[in-house]
């Protein structure tokens, strides 16, 4: 059983948007906050968002400020990625996390519930 599925990634072209959504288990019941994460080939993982349910704090990555908003539905328990203005950088596997008390909510190793991820590849 997985925490949480995130879906809504595939093959975009540069300059498109695509949203992403992403669905917690009862596992995730609890969390505090939800977060996102990329990771490309070779390269680290990577913050982009994160909100927590109570007060609707955002957090956003620097590279993608302006371009990435992140926004929740209380009622279902689900939170989405809002990707405009896609670039070929932004091709990554996208994941969706969950951190029930966190010191600081752009580490990933402070989340402790990940899903599968959902591939988002933007073309030039």
């Known amino acids: 059983q997985v925490a949480l599925v995130e879906s809504g990634g595939g093959l975009v072209q540069a300059g498109g948007s695509l949203r992403l959504t992403c669905a917690p288990s009862?596992?995730?019941?609890?969390?505090?906050?939800m977060g996102w994460f990329r990771q490309a080939p070779g390269k680290r993982r990577e913050f982009v968002a994160a909100?927590?349910?109570?007060?609707?704090?955002?957090r956003l990555g620097n590279s993608v400020k302006g371009r990435f908003s992140i926004n929740k539905d209380n009622a279902k328990k689900m939170v989405y990625l809002q990707m405009n203005d896609l670039k070929p950088e932004d091709t990554a596997g996208y994941y969706c996390?969950?951190?029930?008390?966190?010191?600081?909510?752009?580490?990933?190793?402070?989340?402790?519930?990940w899903g599968q991820g959902t591939q988002v590849t933007v073309t030039s």
């Open positions: 009862g596992r995730t019941f609890s969390a505090y906050a």
């Open positions: 996390a969950a951190v029930q008390h966190p010191i600081d909510i752009t580490q990933a190793l402070q989340y402790t519930d």
């Open positions: 909100i927590t349910w109570v007060g609707g704090s955002i």
